[in-house]
């Protein structure tokens, strides 16, 4: 069965603390993974796209990788306003399939 | 654009009535998605539609579900009858596959419908 999972579900961190997101997945095939960014009352806001094992994008302060069973999303130096829910979706190598989502990861940023 | 349009923003209904929810997709893409989103399962995917069509419905709860797509600018989806355990976040989302590829592009989602059943 196709899973994805998001740890830790929740992280505090202090303005300035480095640190990364982690989304695991397992699917028969991959076509694409997406991680949105989710504001409290708001819908999800795409962030990245990322297709094959070894690459990476990057924005502002995140910095999505990929690998073959799990993607990162490094934040870098946070700001309170880079709290939010940031859920990662894997697009399965299926015919007609849309996105499996996992629960999110809450990230909470304080000055 | 104005990105999705979801409507109402916030539904309060009592238990065994009608509810309809509507949505407006971003002109232009042809696929259109509806989620729910609750604390406990997180985003789940009910129901999505390539040009008008319904594809996958499988994540629909049961037959009081139903969502229709009769024009390419316009989606609903209705409850009937509603329990309070339909309570959630209902989304509704729209992308558009680029030609030759596999992939869809990525979802553009609308601010949701808050749903609470009494």
């Known amino acids: 069965e196709d899973q994805v999972t998001q740890s830790p579900e929740a992280l505090r961190l202090q303005e300035g603390e480095s640190s990364s997101l982690n989304c695991s997945y397992t699917?028969?095939?991959?076509?694409?993974l997406f991680w949105y960014r989710q504001d409290p009352g708001k819908g999800p806001e795409f962030l990245f796209t990322?297709?094959?094992a070894g690459e990476e994008k990057e924005k502002e302060r995140l910095k999505a990788t990929l690998t073959k069973k799990e993607s990162f999303l490094h934040i870098t130096a946070p700001k309170p306003e880079d709290s939010a829910t940031y859920l990662c979706?894997?697009?399965?190598?299926?015919?007609?399939?849309?996105?499996?989502f996992g629960k999110g990861t809450t990230l909470s940023v304080s000055s | 654009d104005a990105g999705v349009i979801q409507s109402p923003r916030h539904e309060v209904t009592e238990m065994g009535q009608e509810v309809t929810l509507r949505c407006k997709p971003i002109s232009g893409h042809d696929y259109l998605f509806w989620y729910r989103q609750t604390m406990m399962r997180g985003l789940e995917l009910l129901i999505y539609?390539?040009?008008?069509?319904?594809?996958?419905d499988s994540g629909m709860p049961e037959d009081r579900f139903s969502a229709k797509m009769p024009n390419a600018s316009f989606s609903t989806l209705k409850i009937q009858p509603s329990e309070p355990r339909d309570s959630a976040v209902y989304f509704c989302?729209?992308?558009?596959?680029?030609?030759?590829?596999?992939?869809?592009?990525?979802?553009?989602f609308g601010p949701g419908t808050r749903l609470t059943v009494l």
């Open positions: 539609f390539n040009n008008n069509v319904p594809i996958d």
């Open positions: 979706a894997v697009h399965p190598n299926q015919a007609g399939t849309a996105l499996i």
């Open positions: 989302a729209s992308s558009f596959r680029s030609r030759g590829l596999l992939i869809q592009n990525e979802q553009f």
């Open positions: 990322l297709y094959s």
């Open positions: 699917v028969s095939g991959l076509r694409g």
